[in-house]
């Protein structure tokens, strides 16, 4: 993905907050999915020049922090399950890469 995309999924909303019971939310397929646009995000930051670009991953890299903190704090999180899942989508996004 690219900078513009991530702050369109992470931009706070302006009507509020859409309120789903925390026990219909996979928090960790939730943190998961933090977890490996945090590793995209911080990839990004460190190969780019443009300082607006640079900026706007600082932002939402602190809001994918403090969603990926709450996701683990959550009862329905199963910590051996997650890292079992991000090391395996890790690992299978460094095959694919020449």
Do not use: C
């Not at 939730?30 to 991953?57: A, F, H, P, R």
């Not at 403090?66 to 989508?89: C, G, P």
């Amino acid at each position: 993905m690219n900078v513009a995309n991530y702050v369109v999924k992470y931009k706070k909303s302006v009507e509020g907050p859409l309120m789903i019971p925390k026990k219909r939310i996979d928090s960790t397929m939730k943190w998961v999915e933090y977890s490996l646009d945090i590793v995209d995000m911080q990839k990004m930051l460190m190969g780019t020049n443009n300082l607006k670009d640079k900026y706007q991953l600082m932002d939402i890299l602190e809001i994918a922090e403090r969603k990926k903190k709450w996701h683990y704090r959550q009862e329905n999180f199963n910590v051996s399950r997650a890292s079992t899942l991000l090391q395996t989508m890790l690992n299978s996004a460094y095959k694919k890469l020449p």
